[in-house]
């Protein structure tokens, strides 16, 4: 098991610029999530999947960003029409299967935006 | 929705100090985890604890759950053990949104 992987770890855009963002979750985990941090607070949910179905989105996912996770395997969060409020870390996270009844989470290494 | 407060933000010891840090909740939770995020920003896995107390090496976690609070305890603090820590909630009313603290940033000095 090779951990929770982000895909690509840091990312550099201009202001107006698509942007996608991979996250590959611990095998057999059917819960992924993502979350968005910035400097010096705690990382915000943004929204999660189980399986293929995502099942919530914050308010602070805006029509501009848009999750997947197709094959109920790895998901992709894309951001349209990059602005420079959305520099911050994105972190995906994996847990466990609901039958076990645990919802432990594991977290990626995150991928830095920084729009210019 | 579920609101987390930890307490201190900011906490400075000397190296070999217990290092005591907080964690509010004003709901009820089926899901407490903490963390430790490193200077590159991954989120290590320190607890996974709903309710109880469990210990790995010098840290220990305790949740009372019917009081709605949390408290990790690092004994014999080392400078290595600096960093930002996070717990996060999840609340009964919503298996999938957790909600992190804003952190506290612990500081252990030689």
């Known amino acids: 098991d090779t951990g929770v992987s982000q895909d690509p770890r840091h990312k550099i855009t201009k202001r107006g610029q698509n942007v996608t963002f991979r996250c590959d979750p611990i095998s057999e985990h059917n819960r992924l999530y993502w979350y968005r941090q910035t400097l010096g607070q705690g990382p915000e949910f943004l929204t999660y999947?189980?399986?293929?179905?995502?099942?919530?989105k914050s308010r602070l996912l805006s029509d501009r960003f848009s999750a997947e996770r197709p094959k109920g395997s790895f998901s992709t969060l894309e951001i349209q029409r990059t602005e420079q409020g959305d520099s911050a870390m994105y972190l995906c996270?994996?847990?466990?299967?609901?039958?076990?009844?645990?919802?432990?989470?594991?977290f990626g290494p995150g991928t830095r935006l920084t729009v210019t | 929705g579920i609101q987390v407060e930890q307490s201190p933000p900011d906490l400075i010891l000397q190296e070999g100090a217990i290092s005591t840090l907080r964690c509010n909740f004003s709901d009820s939770v089926n899901n407490l985890q903490w963390f430790h995020q490193n200077p590159w920003g991954q989120l290590i896995n320190l607890f996974y604890?709903?309710?109880g107390t469990k210990q790995n090496g010098r840290l220990s976690a305790t949740t009372v759950a019917t009081e709605r609070y949390s408290l990790l305890y690092i004994s014999s603090s080392q400078t290595t053990d600096s960093g930002v820590y996070f717990c996060?909630?999840?609340?009964?009313?919503?298996?999938?949104?957790?909600?992190f603290g804003d952190g506290t940033t612990l500081t252990v000095k030689p």
């Open positions: 999947f189980q399986n293929e179905a995502q099942l919530e």
């Open positions: 996270a994996s847990s466990p299967s609901l039958r076990t009844g645990n919802y432990e989470q594991y």
């Open positions: 996060a909630v999840l609340p009964n009313t919503n298996a999938g949104k957790s909600t």
């Open positions: 604890i709903p309710s």
